[in-house]
């Protein structure tokens, strides 16, 4: 894509809710727009509507891009440029384009108007202004509606680009009535179309329509929701899926948005979770578990070390440490094994003169031999005894815990 002049962008989200990852989606598609022009990304919270407003959506929608790191240039609220609205309601009402109804004020549509634009995703898009009523503009409280506030606000803001979702398509008449009332020109329209659910409908809670928070909070790394939702819609030129932030910045350009609406898939981002948790580092990912979970909070390094390097192969999300930890902190559920070989097993456990893994596997196999035991049952009966659940290498997971607590487990049968 060549460099385009002065490109400015805004992320527009309503505080009337937590932003679920479709909303999330269109920030970063104006995220990495902006700064892969070198220009400017703004979010601009559109709270005007004041019955449906929460105060605490807008710590939420702030708290979502911080986390995936779209970290904005300029923040603006629309509730404090009350002033710009009424001033820009007086010019249309001095034109004869605005009347008062009510209380509100409402834009005189003129008829036999043809309205278009050349979408850059959608191509060119045409309606005529013979199907669009007289709307409203300022309502009787004072706060001026979306179709206003966002037309007044683009221009104010010298906003180059209007990337935002498919559902805007049908309104973008209305802006450009606006525009032309003012005679203003009007950004380029980019609308991106929505994420759908594997049954091909609108994405449900249920089928992933959750927010970027509650991802993280579920054990998702922000890293790996990046890449998943720029592939949501978006398709880099080669076969490549693994993207840092700074390389789909690079790599993306308006022409290989997608027309047609992607789907969901779960097992997706979990491939990218897993493929991101397996880049870590030791110490990344420990640190990582300690800020996430409880049981590692309180965890040694060395132990919690030993831990992570057993099941961090069969993790695939953050919360899955404590899923696969919990044989080293509590003894599992199983049936234990029969009281006979639990007590050789204990013997052969008692002489072991020091405890680590090396000198485990070498004395316990020494075991093995010198008594003709069947090696499968006998780390069978071991697993059974000391964690009664399914382990990593069992003369691995052995030597997480002192000799003092593997003792104690088998006097627990």
């Known amino acids: 894509m060549q460099r385009m002049e002065k490109v400015i962008v805004r992320y527009a989200p309503s505080p009337t809710g937590i932003p679920h990852i479709g909303n ?41 891009l911080k986390v995936l790191r779209l970290n904005w240039d300029e923040v603006y609220r629309q509730s404090e440029r009350l002033s710009i609205y009424h001033r820009d309601l007086e010019l249309l009402a001095e034109k004869g384009l605005a009347y008062e109804d009510s209380g509100a004020w409402r834009f005189k549509v003129g008829k ?26 300022v309502k009787s409280d004072g706060y001026p509606t979306y179709h206003f506030a966002s037309v007044v606000d683009d221009h104010d803001l010298k906003i180059s680009h209007v990337l935002r979702g498919d559902e805007w398509i049908s309104s973008t008449p209305k802006h450009l009535l606006l525009y032309q009332a003012f005679g203003w020109d009007h950004p380029q329209f980019i609308h991106v179309p929505a994420i759908l659910g594997p049954d091909k409908k ?21 890293e790996a929701l990046v890449n998943f939702l720029a592939l949501l819609g978006w398709s880099p030129k080669g076969d490549k899926e693994l ?46 578990l300690r800020k ?18 057993l099941i961090r192969d069969r993790m695939t999300t953050l919360a899955d440490f404590d899923k ?17 070989k639990a007590i050789q097993a204990k013997e052969a456990v008692a002489k072991i003169e020091e405890w680590d893994e ?23 009966t071991l697993r059974l005894a000391v964690f009664a659940d399914n382990t990593p290498p069992i003369y691995q997971s052995l030597a997480v815990l002192t000799k003092e607590e593997v003792l104690r487990r088998f006097t627990k049968i």
Not at 204 to 220: F, H, N, P, Q
Not at 292 to 309: G, P, Q, V, Y
């Open 24 to 64: 999330i989606r269109t920030a970063l598609y104006n995220f990495l727009l902006a700064k892969s022009q070198k220009g400017k990304f703004i979010v601009r919270i559109e709270d005007t509507d004041r019955k449906r407003f929460v105060q605490e959506s807008v710590k939420a929608i702030e708290d979502s």
């Open 324 to 340: 696969y930890s919990g044989i080293f902190f509590e003894k599992g559920k199983e049936s234990p094994p029969p009281k006979e």
């Open 112 to 137: 036999g108007k043809k309205l278009k634009w050349n979408d850059l995703v959608h191509g060119q898009v045409e309606f005529t202004s013979d199907v669009i009523e007289d709307f409203v503009i």
């Open 202 to 222: 609108k994405l449900s809670k249920r089928e992933g329509a959750r927010s970027v928070l509650e991802y993280i909070d579920d054990g998702y790394l922000p």
């Open 358 to 380: 090396k000198t485990i596997e070498e004395s316990l196999e020494k075991y093995i031999k010198e008594n003709n035991l069947n090696p499968s049952d006998f780390k069978n």
């Open 292 to 309: 996430f979970s409880k049981k590692a909070k309180s965890e040694e390094d060395e132990r919690l070390a030993m831990i992570i390097n």
């Open 243 to 288: 993207f840092t932030l700074d390389e789909l910045i690079s790599e993306f350009s308006t022409e290989r948005l997608n027309k047609n609406s992607p789907i969901f898939n779960l097992e997706k981002l979990n491939w990218f979770n897993k493929k991101y948790l397996a880049k870590y580092t030791p110490e990344d990912l420990l640190s990582q």
